[in-house]
């Protein structure tokens, strides 16, 4: 496909108008100011669009997608012990496929190509993002609260036989990664023994590091002082690429950590808001270096995968948080949104907008009054944007929404299935 | 217009399914679970379609639209001095006329029928809105540092004029509010004396009060330790119906007077966490009882009129100032938008879907991925719904905007006189 006279966000993040960009493949071949020579086939028309790398989501929970709406407005031990666990108490591989699918259409259609998506029923979850087309890192959630040996968690089996059968596959669509839920889910030696493994196997590990006050407090209390990125530390965690999800109460030596350490943080701006349970120091974490991603967490406690509108909250609050209007670019809020979240999932070569990447690539609307006049551009479309202003979404080369329609699957039946497995979960409760 | 088989946030602000609408004139004539016997004319199917009543957007300053990203990441004074008024002395009746326009026709793609607008250039602003076919509280907003005797004020001759030529004009789409325009930019004998002209015309006074820290403090010093709220209230503008904007920095006694004096508040959550504001007390406000209403202040410092993108950042925003998930409830935020919006603006027939009330309704798509499953729909619609999927919007029963078409304007015009206005005074700058 050559996209033609579209006005694109280049490999700096800056805005370029009336360029050429051409996909061959997977890839991207051709970027300029000039027609390129080469026939890319089908031509796609520029004017009122903007092209841009699409976004990678840095932390997801996407089954939970049969959630969304259910039990709002609860305090956390309450929704999560009267809704939340019986519920996902009754999932089973049907209800995990139809609510994955669902979230996989509702993220393409807001832009999403790609998520570190944390759950079980792995193979469902897999089977649903290879149909989709999209891309995923995905990963077993390991919770061991009562200390049962290492080799008899199913969960380990379900991590190795993940490795073995999905690493890698779709073309490198799919990754996965390793998962310890958080430092109050699980003890010790799981820890120590998953990094270990992590690190053999050359995965990702992405783990909740403070996600609540009461969290990071009594964390502070079971291990010596230790926060729960200092502890996670202790135990080898961070010694291979990680992945930290919320990071909302860090503090003092756990910026040291997270940079020195090269973790990838996936902020949750609009669930922190949502849960009341804070605002990120997002502006410390991107002045000190540290790759910062953005994360939409679960349609559980968001309840939307509309990342236009993340991107937003995650420069808005970043605001608030500092103090200061300054903090926080266009630019630096569209690199955390795009090429951050790429980086934090291993895909070096995606993300940008550049010759020889991968074509995960996006189109916005613009020839709507919310995205004038043209100031500046890149602010228009960190601020002025609308989520279901994406017209286009393109993974790997392949069209997988265009205009409304989803091309790799059938929307009307994936929300009546999502509809009729909520319902009979619903029944069994 | 008879609205078929369609889901509605009924007068209750509960949803009801399969209801008959019938819209007759400018008013809602039926509301039923059975087919009217009397024929309304043309039919609209509802099949995977929300009905609700528009939005009021009860704080906005529209001819800035212009300034959509015009001067991002600075601080304050920088933005105001080195931007904002250098811009605004260039403003002609041409430029103000296309910047609300704009705004206009943003405001109806996004479900907004009716903003509590302050500005200046009423003449042009008042021909934009009823162009436009949607509903406007304009103010001619007073500001007098200098101390200028009142009735030498051209602001005060001005609203005088707006009062006689506007007030009730577009059968009452257009309704004229006094405005001071904050404690800091006025002086005592303005204020109570523009109370004065205000409630002899029985109008609404709209104001802009604590919205940054610096601005209550310094009024403390300046005004023997009162706040802007318990200064106001002693010049007399509370003495009759009376709109207040943001509330931020309100404390102590501040919200007792808001609530004695039946003074509404339009929070603007999005323009207070951009602009580093801070978080308005809006739990404390509706646990008072006091008229909460949503603001989008202008796109200059938003930068959208997103109104959902708007009410879900009213409620999270609440639940992380109150360290509480549970304040706030999805039929709170609704009510905010709609019905207290309206109330704010003395349009006490508007704002709720009921029989007798004026038509002032939009539709919203509900068959897409982002609004399923329907555990609670008044839910999905406060958190997950996307702005742009507002589909139809009707004021006083006309159809100015409908599937992506503008009816009551030309947008591509529209878009470029407003970039062409634009360009003229940068170019002066």
């Known amino acids: 496909m050559l996209f033609k006279e579209i006005t694109i966000l280049n490999e700096n993040f800056e805005i ?75 999932l089973d591989s049907n209800a995990v496929y139809w ?91 799981t820890c120590r023994k998953l990094a270990d493994l992590t690190h053999e196997e050359g995965l990702i590990m992405h783990v909740h590091v403070s996600e609540t006050q009461f969290e990071h407090e009594e964390c502070k209390k079971r291990r010596d002082g230790r926060t729960p990125a200092q502890y996670l530390n202790d135990c080898g965690l961070f010694d291979g690429p990680a992945l930290a999800a919320h990071c909302v109460w860090c503090e003092g030596e756990d910026f040291d950590i997270l940079r020195d350490k090269g973790v990838s943080v996936a902020s949750n701006p609009m669930s922190n808001l949502k849960l009341a349970s804070g605002m990120c120091n997002t502006p410390k974490m991107m002045e000190m270096g540290i790759n910062l991603a953005i994360g939409t967490d679960s349609v559980a406690s968001n309840n939307s995968l509309n990342f236009f509108e993340e991107m937003k909250a995650l420069a808005v609050t970043a605001k608030v948080k500092a103090n200061d209007p300054t903090v926080i670019t266009p630019k630096e809020a569209l690199m955390a949104a795009t090429r951050n979240g790429a980086l934090a999932q291993g895909r070096t070569d995606c993300g940008v907008l550049k010759e020889g990447n991968k074509a995960d690539l996006i189109v916005l609307r613009t020839d709507v009054p919310n995205m004038h006049p043209v100031h500046n551009m890149a602010n228009n479309l960190v601020y002025a944007a609308s989520g279901s202003d994406v017209v286009m979404t393109m993974v790997d080369g392949k069209v997988v929404y265009k205009d409304g329609d989803f091309l790799t699957l059938d929307m009307e039946r994936t929300i009546f299935e999502a509809e009729a497995a909520t319902a009979k979960i619903l029944k069994m409760l």
Chains 1, 2 share one sequence.
């Not at 028309?45 to 709406?69: D, I």
């Not at 390991?142 to 991590?159: A, H």
Request: net charge negative; glycine share 10%.
């Open 99 to 189: 609510g994955t699918l669902l979230c996989m259409a509702e993220s393409m259609r807001f832009g999403i190509v790609s998520s570190s998506d944390m759950y079980y029923f792995i193979p469902d979850m897999v089977q649903a993002v290879l149909d989709s087309g999209v891309k995923t890192n995905i990963s077993r959630s390991v919770v061991n609260p009562m200390g049962v040996p290492f080799e008899e968690l199913p969960s380990i089996g379900e991590t190795r036989q993940a490795i073995r059968e999905f690493h890698g596959a779709g073309n490198g669509r799919v990754l996965v990664d390793t998962s310890i839920h958080a430092e109050y889910t699980t003890n010790e030696e």
């Open 16 to 90: 370029e108008e009336n360029m050429y960009v051409g996909v061959a493949e997977d890839r991207i071949e051709y970027v300029g100011k000039a027609r390129p020579k080469k026939d890319f086939g089908e031509e796609y028309e520029g004017k009122g669009r903007l092209l841009m790398p699409g976004f990678y989501n840095g932390h997801a929970h996407s089954p939970m997608g049969l959630m969304r709406g259910y039990g709002e407005n609860m305090v956390l031990q309450d929704w999560l012990e009267k809704r939340i666990f019986p519920f996902e108490d009754k």
